[in-house]
């Protein structure tokens, strides 16, 4: 039997901290649903989102719970971002501007996400063709599972 042998090097992850989020994604103000971005490779990021009390968007539902549209703002920040982070990788498409929400797929939430404790996003994609993008998100807090999603990104080569 003959062993496969891979000729992938390992590349340690990359860090974003919230500067460099805000070269990579046009969010700014209560619509920068990121504090933190880690690229693992190509096609695997990591992004953490962390909602207070105060942020307008939970305020206004009055409720100590995130509301989960938030979560697919965060899933999509996320595989956006990390790919624009990762657009000089090999074999990926060059030249990528961050696009839109396309779409949302196979969206479910299993557990309320409460105010104040971070939440980590991790997200595997692949392109479908040449400006659409898939990521499927997994959403944890406190090591629980509280949302899974697929998100579809258009993601256009970047205007001369």
Known sequence: MT????????VPDRSYGLAA????????????????????????????ACWQDDHPFV??????????SLLVEAAAQTTGAGLVATDASPGMPHGRQLGMLAGVRRCTFMHPVHTGLP??????????????AHGLVEARQSDTVVASLQVLLAMPKAQA
């Not at 062993?3 to 390992?10: E, F, I, L």
């Open 119 to 132: 939440v980590l996003l991790r997200a595997t994609t692949r392109f479908m063709s040449p400006v659409l």
């Open 3 to 10: 062993g496969v042998h891979s000729s992938v090097t390992a």
């Open 59 to 68: 305020r206004a539902l009055g409720s100590p719970f995130v509301p989960e």
């Open 21 to 48: 989020l805000l070269d990579l994604l046009p969010h700014r103000g209560c619509m920068l649903m990121l504090q933190r971005l880690t690229v693992h490779d190509a096609r695997s990021f990591t992004g953490e």
